[in-house]
């Protein structure tokens, strides 16, 4: 399969999960969409350029399940969740919830809009390692008080590749009447989504990963009852220019400034790409690619005498592995992640992430498992790591 996309052949490359990879089709259609826009940009900003963001549009709610008219394209979930927490209305006394699990960029956007409200966050540490995925729906639920009024939560956690339950967390907490803003960034491509069923009052995904769709594609969904209070994070004509056919919602969020939008465009050439490897489409695809992870995480845990971080229900197509830690490690020349990282990749050709979690000295590996990657290059990362450690 690795002839589909243009991967460095030097470099056993066991990251997709950090920016995606873009196959050629992709590459090729995109460039076949600049060309156009270059010719002539007037005519393609203003008159071709609003039918093809709607069918981009079109497929992708087909895919997650919700209706289009509730489904903004956005440049990546990052830009998601800030316009998700600017959209959400939080006062002084609010408390709002989020794991020790969250992305950093994302707690980061947390963090200040907490400091220009006045809300107070707090904090839930989840067991780890993960022994049953009720440890998670437990911790979480245990967590919310008298003054709870949101939940910022992973799909598919960032540094320890876990994909937590959130379709027993959302429902539970809205019972509660806690609302939840979750990130999604890993999850369109790497888990089957169901948007409208989910109920989240905001949900954000980037399709630029697992959908690999050019950088710059991802989306937000925004409950219906929470559409008329969403805002972009960027305010541009929208705001006040009359409504045609489209909804006030997405005239701003369609058009954020002057940009190069041919990754949006391109979105529907990736989804077929995607469906188009295997008999199943996607979903097979998924699926291979899930045990394919399953599959490298034991024999990477086996080969450094690791246990597993987590049960095999918490693991979608990435997953995370226990590497000795940093002290251990100081005498091999590998005790800072960046260390080890850098001597995988400049030592071995092997690139793939190094994280500390849930706190220094330990640390971990994250594989991903897309569909050009094969069993011999996780082998060859444990005998890299096997020989950096011995």
Known sequence: MRHHWTLDPQICFLNHGSYGACPKVVQERQAAFRAQMES????????????LV?????????LVKCAP?????????????????????????????????EYNACRNALD?????????????TLPFP???????????????GPKTRLLLIDHVTSPTALVLPVQRIVPALRAKGVECIVDGAHAPGMVPLDLAALGAAFYTGNCHKWLCAPKGTAFLRVREDFIARARPAVTSHGFNQP??????????FDW????????????????????GLMPGGLNAVMAANRLKALAARAMLNESLGAEPV????????????RVPDQERAAANGAFEPEALGERLFTEHKIEVPVVVFPRAPQRMVRISAQIYNTMSEYERLARALKTIFK
């Open 130 to 144: 993960l022994r049953y995925e009720d440890e998670i729906v437990n911790c979480i639920l245990a967590a919310v």
């Open 256 to 275: 954020f400034g002057t940009d190069d939008y041919t990754s949006w465009c391109t979105l529907p050439t990736a989804l077929d790409f995607m469906n």
């Open 243 to 252: 409504v045609g056919a489209k909804s006030r919602f997405l005239m701003e």
């Open 40 to 51: 002539e940009p007037v005519r393609f900003m203003g008159r071709e350029l609003p039918p």
């Open 54 to 62: 709607e069918a981009a549009r079109q497929a992708l709610a087909a």
């Open 112 to 124: 200040r809009r907490i400091a220009d409200t006045g809300a107070t966050l707090r904090l839930i």
């Open 310 to 321: 987590a049960p095999e229900s918490l693991i979608g197509t990435f997953a995370s592995i």
């Open 69 to 101: 008219t509730e489904l903004a394209l956005i440049r990546n979930a990052t830009t998601g969740v800030n316009s998700a927490l600017l959209s959400f209305p939080l006062h002084a006394g609010d408390e709002v919830l989020v794991t020790d699990h």
